[in-house]
Antibody, heavy 118, light 109 residues
């Protein structure tokens, strides 16, 4: 079955750029029904959608983060990536990648904790 | 941007009781694009309900969803011990963005 796995540094310094990658296994990465998203969750708080990418490379972002976010896709490796620039402590969170198929986020990665600290 | 407001923030109930969680949107939401999730501590969210009232694969029939326009409800008919968790509603809008409610914690009384 389809599985998602986040990877990347767990610690990022303030003002630097957070970079994460989500690897999709088990097929379906290029399926045109799928949108691939990044979602984050600060400790003890709710879920915040960051942005998404389609297999064509088209993207949509949360307006509150748009100026700092870039999501890209690597079809050859079944991966998509997140870059969040100029991070502060407020960006400390568990970051999830997830698949949306027009009905809901039906598959999620296990999440990766990213701490912003010097 | 559509804002989703869930109520109550915390719900204290006992196993066997009925749970009702409300999700109110700041503007009308297409019924095709309203979903509910369950999240347990240390775990990723799990899709429960999509399209307002459709159960996702493997979700027990004690979970149901209803509503339209700006008011939506998640109901758990008879609580099982494993149902105590945090629940989120989520919508997808014409602005091509997604938003989540702030969450409702269902705790055991």
């Amino acid at each position: 079955q389809v599985q998602l796995q986040e990877s990347g540094p767990g610690l990022v310094k303030p003002s630097e750029t957070l970079s994460l990658t989500c690897t999709v296994s088990g097929g379906s990465f290029s399926n045109t029904n799928n949108y691939w998203s990044w979602i984050r969750q600060p400790a003890g708080k709710g879920l915040e959608w960051i942005g998404r990418i389609y297999v064509s490379g088209s993207t949509n972002y949360n307006p509150s983060l748009r100026s700092r976010v870039t999501i890209s896709i690597d079809m050859s490796n079944s991966q998509f990536s997140l870059r969040l620039s100029s991070v502060t402590a407020a960006d400390t969170a568990v970051y999830y990648c997830a698949r949306y198929r027009g009905t809901g986020f039906d598959i999620w990665g296990q999440g990766t904790m990213v701490t912003v600290s010097s | 941007e559509v804002v989703l407001t869930q109520s109550p923030g915390t719900l204290s109930l006992s196993p066997g009781e009925r749970a009702t969680v409300s999700c109110r949107a700041s503007q009308s939401v297409s019924s095709s694009y309203l979903a509910w999730y369950q999240q347990k501590p240390g775990h990723s969210p799990r899709l429960l309900i999509y399209g307002v009232s459709n159960r996702a694969t493997g979700i027990p029939d004690r979970f149901s969803g209803s509503g339209s326009g700006t008011d939506f409800t998640l109901t758990i008919s008879r609580l099982e011990p494993e149902d105590f968790a945090v629940y989120y509603c989520q919508q997808y809008g014409t602005s091509l963005t997604y938003t989540f409610g702030q969450g409702t914690k269902l705790e055991m009384k």
